[in-house]
């Protein structure tokens, strides 16, 4: 069982920047894939970034240049950093954990945060 807890979201206007944690518990950590994702008010929740157990990186087109995905094993967490934000990228965040590896969709994922809530004003 792993249990994720996600930080660092507010309020920031356009342009400005946010990191988001996200603490996981147990053992095992550094053996899952570790996601971020996001759901906009009305939308689907989308896939956003993703490390694998090594630290290779993926990102959706949307955020590719702007936001860095990272991970630090000895402290159990992983992390989203977010530049040049834009209106559009208001959304409840949330980090998962995956068993299986890397995966652009949100059903491989097998822990899931709470969420946090970023919202940029324009």
């Known amino acids: 069982q792993v249990q994720l807890v996600e930080s660092g979201g507010g309020l920031v206007q356009a342009g400005g920047s946010l990191r988001l944690s996200c603490a996981a518990s147990g053992r095992t950590f550094s053996s899952y894939a570790m996601g971020w994702f996001r759901r906009a008010p009305g939308k689907e929740r989308e896939f956003v970034a993703a490390?694998?157990?090594?630290?290779?990186?993926y990102y959706a087109d949307s955020v590719k240049g702007r936001f860095t995905i990272s991970r630090d094993n000895a402290k159990n967490t992983v992390y989203l950093q977010m530049n040049t934000l834009n209106p559009e990228d208001t959304a409840v965040y949330y980090c998962?954990?995956?068993?299986?590896?890397?995966?652009?969709?949100?059903?491989?994922?097998?822990?899931w945060g709470q969420g946090t809530q970023v919202t940029v004003s324009s």
């Open positions: 998962a954990a995956s068993r299986a590896g890397v995966s652009f969709s949100p059903d491989l994922y097998d822990y």
């Open positions: 490390i694998t157990r090594i630290g290779n990186t």
